[in-house]
């Protein structure tokens, strides 16, 4: 059975840090494109970040640039978003999830997801 599994999320005050993990059961994900997502309540998922199989190409959202990086280990089929700076905006669900075809900013080109970890960020 494919699964992947997102853990790190939590209550962190702004300003403060999370390491978020998403790892890959039941396949290989070798040579995807992973991406990270977001969802709040009532709110679009949206994009946040992307990151190729070689982990030489990256983009990010406007909203994460110079806050959130995005790294992978491929030989523990896991994909890592460090998250600095947090803002309570950036509090929501977030998934991670492989590209199939597609615009890469686009949740519906993407394939296998996750159940998703909870990020959230109050005083």
């Known amino acids: 059975q494919v699964q992947l599994v997102e853990s790190g999320g939590g209550l962190v005050q702004p300003g403060g840090s999370l390491r978020l993990s998403c790892a890959a059961s039941?396949?290989?994900?070798?040579?995807?494109?992973i991406g990270w997502f977001r969802q709040a309540p009532g709110k679009e998922r949206e994009i946040v970040a992307t990151?190729?199989?070689?982990?030489?190409?990256?983009y990010y959202a406007d909203s994460v640039k110079g806050r959130f990086t995005i790294s992978r280990d491929n030989a523990k089929d896991t994909v890592y978003l460090q998250m600095n700076s947090l803002k309570p905006e950036d509090t929501a669900v977030y998934y991670c999830?492989?590209?199939?075809?597609?615009?890469?900013?686009?949740?519906?080109?993407?394939?296998?997801w996750g159940q998703g970890t909870q990020v959230t960020v109050s005083s």
């Open positions: 999830a492989t590209h199939l075809s597609g615009p890469m900013s686009v949740s519906s080109s993407y394939g296998y």
């Open positions: 039941g396949f290989t994900w070798d040579y995807y494109t």
């Open positions: 990151i190729n199989w070689t982990g030489s190409s990256t």
